[in-house]
Every structure is written in structure tokens, then in C-alpha cells.
């Protein structure tokens, strides 16, 4: 029986440290960030501004049922007369759920119209699709609500996103790309089973 060299036993326990160190350092340190120092990845994943926490929302007052529950709803608040900007978001909410395929009809959009209406010739021929509310006392709740998560005076020209339930969740600025419109309702419809 032939004996162990000391130092070949004293490179092999450290290589044995070194390969444990190697795997349980990277573990220990993301333990410390996240338990000790509560330090939490800063990168945000959503292109519309988050409402948090959701907010639930009053419906407003129409002869059908509810309108803000059970689908994906893309609301849009804005002036009644439609002007150039209006027309745009409309035409992009039809463009993002129409890109939605089949699941375009867990989805629809709403247009809250505040004053006077619109062209409603235009609005029957280009967004027939569209659920048109016009602003009044029973829906004043509801702008509240979208002035509140507007974080300022002016909640109009905005795109806010209503879940099946009610609830208010995100909102998109009037220069938001529909290209990320698209990409945060694909989401959402891929991991909710609601709606």
C-alpha cells in the first residue's frame, strides 16, 4: 500500500473547495442581495405606465349589460369631436387587437367621449368594433378614476387597459407605440386565464 503524498492531498481539498465555492458563492450572494439587502433587478418589462395597485372601476351607465367586465378591454378617453389625434389612437387599438388573431375577441375597445360627439358616420364605418360612451354624471366616477392614474389634470388622449374583472391596470401616453401595446396585451392574454 503505497502512501498519499500530503501536498497532493492538500491540492485536492483546495481544488474540492474551489469547485464548492464555484457553485455556492453566485447562491450565497443572490441569497444576501435579495433576503438581506432587499435589492430587487431594476428592468421593467411592460411598455404602458402600470397602475399599482389595479384599480377597480365603476361601469358606466349603458342599456346593456356591463361593459368593463369579462373581456380585455382597451379604453380610450378623449374628446368627443374626434379631432386628428383621437382618430390615430382609435385606428391603433383596431390595428393592435386585430393583430391579436384568434384572440382578438377577449379583447375589446371603448371609447369614452367627453363634450360633444363625433363624426358617428365615421366612427360606424372605420371602428365598427368600437364601444362609443359618451361622457356624463354617471360616468364621472369612471373619469376620476382615469384622471387619478393619469397622475395629472389631463387623463384624455390616453389609452388605459382594463382587465376582465374590472380592473384598472395600465394606461399608455398618446405617442405609446402600438407595437408595445401589442406585445404587453399578448402577454397578458397568454398567462390569464380570465377573460
Not at 145 to 158: Q, S, V
Not at 182 to 188: A, F, I, S, V, Y
Request: hydrophobic letters at 45%; one cysteine or more.
Amino acid at each position: 500500500m503505497s502512501a498519499i503524498d500530503p501536498r497532493h492531498r492538500s491540492r485536492q481539498r483546495r481544488a474540492l473547495i474551489a469547485l464548492a465555492l464555484l457553485f455556492f458563492a453566485p447562491l450565497a450572494l443572490a441569497f444576501i442581495l435579495y433576503y438581506g439587502v432587499g435589492w430587487r433587478p431594476g428592468g421593467r418589462v411592460n411598455h404602458g405606465d402600470l397602475v399599482e395597485p389595479p384599480v377597480p372601476l365603476p361601469d358606466p351607465a349603458l342599456p346593456a349589460a356591463p361593459i368593463l367586465r369579462g373581456k380585455w378591454t382597451l379604453l380610450y378617453f378623449g374628446p368627443g369631436s374626434c379631432p386628428a389625434s383621437c382618430r390615430t389612437d382609435l385606428y391603433n387599438t383596431r390595428q393592435v387587437r386585430a393583430a391579436l388573431g384568434a384572440d382578438r375577441e377577449r379583447v375589446q375597445r371603448v371609447f369614452l367621449a367627453e363634450g360633444e360627439c363625433c363624426d358617428l358616420e365615421w366612427l360606424r364605418v372605420q371602428q365598427p368594433d368600437l364601444i362609443m360612451v359618451r361622457a356624463s354624471a354617471a360616468t364621472a366616477p369612471l373619469a376620476a378614476i382615469l384622471e387619478r392614474a393619469a397622475r395629472g389634470p389631463a387623463p384624455a388622449d390616453r389609452v388605459y387597459l382594463v382587465d376582465p374583472l374590472g380592473n384598472l391596470m395600465m394606461s399608455y401616453a398618446a405617442d405609446a407605440r402600438p407595437k408595445g401595446m401589442l406585445e404587453d396585451l399578448k402577454k397578458l392574454l397568454r398567462l390569464s386565464h380570465v377573460g
